[in-house]
């Protein structure tokens, strides 16, 4: 059902935790697997220079922050923010339909930090970011 890559980055999920002096913080929740997910930014210029996350739920919304916390680190924020869910699933090799709600999670969170990134410095992030999802389904 799941791939390797999927029961591994849910075994040893990367860059878990929290960043106490963030620049950003996001946080995202899905109503259909009960997944909360919250991240953390580090900016240093346009580069995500750290980033975290904790996230409560299934184990592919583990397996998506994990990736999408590898596949965000060290990139410009416009870069970061091209990041779509379909990477993160090509990334960890496929998920289970059901299962692709979490990865689309994955990618709001992001933005959802980087929104608040830009909220703190002052700036309207919705030119930037876009409109969130407020809906997940
Ligand atoms: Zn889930």
């Known amino acids: 059902m799941y791939s390797d890559k999927v029961l591994d980055h849910f075994s040893n999920p990367r860059n878990v935790g929290e960043i106490a002096d963030a620049d950003g913080v996001g946080e995202v929740g899905s109503p259909a697997c009960g997944d909360i997910m919250k991240m953390f930014i580090k900016v240093d210029g346009d580069v995500i220079s750290d980033v975290r996350f904790k996230t ?82």
């Open 56 to 137: 409560f739920g299934c184990g592919a919304a583990i397996a998506t922050s994990s990736m999408a916390t590898e596949l965000i680190k060290g990139k410009r924020i416009p870069d970061a923010l091209k990041l779509t869910n379909r990477a993160v699933v090509e990334a960890l090799e496929g998920l289970p339909p059901v299962k692709i709600h979490c990865s689309v999670l994955a990618e709001q969170a992001i933005k959802a930090a980087i929104s608040d990134y830009y909220t703190r410095l002052g700036v309207d992030p919705v030119s930037i970011v876009g409109e969130l999802k407020a809906d997940l389904h």
